[in-house]
């Protein structure tokens, strides 16, 4: 079995189920940017089950295939539970970002006041 070979398999399951770690605590981030961190988390998830099937098709030391993980079906379900709340993430972020734009707008006129006091 090649180095190279011996290495992808070793590392395989650490770098699949680190990505998919990451798509699903991207969601969770605290930030407003309900749809920013969903479209993260669509690509964190859909790297790792792009590795995993670029790397089904290996042997492992005893000769056979080293197949799927439970990361594919798990990202695909977790893809398109994002996927769908898609439409209510992009509404809850342009009513954040207003009203951050108006906390912004409101500090600068308070601001402006007290100058002028």
């Known amino acids: 079995m090649g180095i190279i070979r011996t290495a992808v398999l070793a590392l ?3 770098v699949i189920y680190g ?8 969601p969770l981030l605290l930030n407003g940017k309900d749809f920013t961190n969903s479209l993260f988390a669509i690509g964190f998830c859909s790297t790792a089950m792009l590795l995993d099937l670029a790397t089904c098709w290996l042997y492992d030391r005893s000769g056979k295939r080293v197949g799927l993980d439970a ?3 798990c990202g695909f379900i977790f893809m398109v539970i994002i996927t769908a709340q898609l439409p209510w993430a992009y509404q809850r972020q342009q009513r954040f970002d207003k009203v951050v734009e108006a906390a912004a707008k409101l500090q600068a006129r308070q601001a402006i006041e007290e100058k002028s006091k």
């Open 19 to 26: 990505l998919f770690i990451v798509g699903l605590f991207c």
């Open 71 to 73: 990361a594919f079906l």
């Open 12 to 14: 395989r399951k650490t």
